[in-house]
């Protein structure tokens, strides 16, 4: 009887091979996980300093876009740009948050807009629009990346 364990027992050890899973490639994996991620959302929006404390990250980005518009709009304000054109009362701004926390500003001008100086807001939105306060870039995958996004930034005249 103990030869018929010992038998059945190295049976069973000999067995295992039978019931071993095919394991994926690592690029199988890779391409699975790279799949998965969705590349149009980051984990953490770019944040200033007077943000970082809300936890809500909805808040926080919402709060992001307010404090990055106001600056902007403080900025813009001291110039004369609203005079230069005064049919221009509001100036999308495309706005670029690169990896190493540089910023670049570009203006946004409707197609069919001949009306603006492009060069002469270009020039003007250069000048003005430096000496921010650090910005964190956006986070995915705990990955610093650039991102973009389009702020409407009024002018207000005095």
């Known amino acids: 009887m103990k030869h018929y364990y010992l038998i059945l027992v190295i049976v069973l050890f000999a067995s295992c091979q039978y019931f071993e899973k095919q394991v994926p490639s690592e690029k ?3 391409q699975k996980e ?4 969705n590349w149009n959302e980051v984990d953490e929006y770019p944040s200033i300093i007077d943000c970082d404390m809300i936890d809500n990250k909805k808040q926080r980005q919402q709060c992001f876009f307010e404090v990055l518009t106001r600056l902007i709009q403080e900025k813009l304000s001291i110039d004369t740009l609203f005079v230069l054109i005064p049919k221009l009362d509001t100036i999308e701004v495309k706005v670029t948050i690169f990896p190493n926390a540089t910023m670049q500003f570009e203006p946004q001008f409707p197609t069919d807009s001949v009306v603006y100086d492009r060069t002469k807001i270009d020039s003007i939105l250069k000048v003005r629009l430096v000496d921010f306060p650090k910005i ?17 930034v009024i002018l207000k005249g005095e």
Do not use: C
Request: net charge positive.
């Open 28 to 30: 199988e994996l890779l």
């Open 34 to 37: 790279l799949k998965a991620i």
């Open 136 to 152: 964190n870039p956006a986070i995915k995958h705990g990955i610093p990346v650039k991102t973009q996004f389009i702020l409407p």
